[in-house]
């Protein structure tokens, strides 16, 4: 749920349509357990090569996971 609400906020050149069909993208190939590379490669090439396709991949990813684990540590009570 994180990436299709959180989905490169930061990335300002890029519309809404795209923004959704990434967030898409990157939140079915985490339930299904893809590698960046995987997902990389799922994504349009709207979003450029390769090299930057995984790199978006890598960040978003890296952006959920750290809610994921924020989330985790204030729900079980050890941070507030």
């Known amino acids: 749920e994180f990436v299709n609400v959180e989905f490169a906020k930061n990335m300002a050149e890029i519309n809404e349509t795209t923004r959704r069909t990434a967030a898409k993208v990157i939140n ?24 930057r396709k995984r790199m978006i991949v890598r960040t978003q990813v890296g952006h959920a996971a750290n809610f994921a684990i924020d989330e985790g540590m204030r729900q079980s009570g050890i941070v507030s």
């Not at 079915?28 to 090299?51: C, Q, V």
Request: hydrophobic share 25%; net charge negative.
């Open 28 to 51: 079915g190939g985490i339930n299904e357990g893809l590698s960046y590379k995987e997902m990389a490669r799922n994504l349009e090439d709207e979003f450029g090569s390769p090299y």
